[in-house]
């Protein structure tokens, strides 16, 4: 079983944010703002690559609904998904990332360091 199954079951703690019977929302244990919040599907799924519309139609309004209870809903946040290798995904259960609290940096590339990503 996947880390975010375990915590889906109650196996390993997690400080709660939200949930429902699909989703559940939580703290990243190592956050990159000062609030960074995780929301699963309670259902396995590997990554966004294979999440059915069906499923983010659901998760589209619970990922709205985390952002009001923590106040962000206003100033705005971040959200991010990492999918697979090359997105740097290491949890392998879907998961978006929200992030905010303050205003975040967004990475200013010079043309010359462009060329070395796209
Ligand atoms: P990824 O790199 O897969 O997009 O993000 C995985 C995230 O899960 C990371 O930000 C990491 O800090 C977080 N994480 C990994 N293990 C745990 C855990 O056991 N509990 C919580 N709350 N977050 C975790
Ligand atoms: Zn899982």
Same mark, same amino acid.
């Given at each position: 079983m996947c880390i975010f199954c375990k915590i889906v079951q109650g196996e390993i703690p997690c400080n709660k944010v939200h949930e429902n019977d699909e989703f559940l929302a939580f703290h990243d244990?190592? *956050? @990159?703002? *000062?609030i960074h919040i995780l929301v699963i599907p !309670? @259902?396995?799924?590997? !990554?966004f690559q294979n999440v059915t519309p069906e499923l983010m139609a659901k998760m589209t309004p619970f990922i709205q609904e985390v952002a009001k209870i923590l106040e962000l809903d206003q100033r705005g946040y971040r959200l991010i998904v990492n999918n697979g290798e090359d997105g740097g995904q290491e949890v392998m259960h879907l998961h978006f990332h929200i992030l905010g609290g303050t205003k975040l940096l967004w990475p200013q590339l010079t043309p010359d360091e462009n060329k070395k990503y796209l």
């Open positions: 244990v190592n *956050p @990159k703002a *000062p !309670k @259902k396995h799924i590997d !990554k």
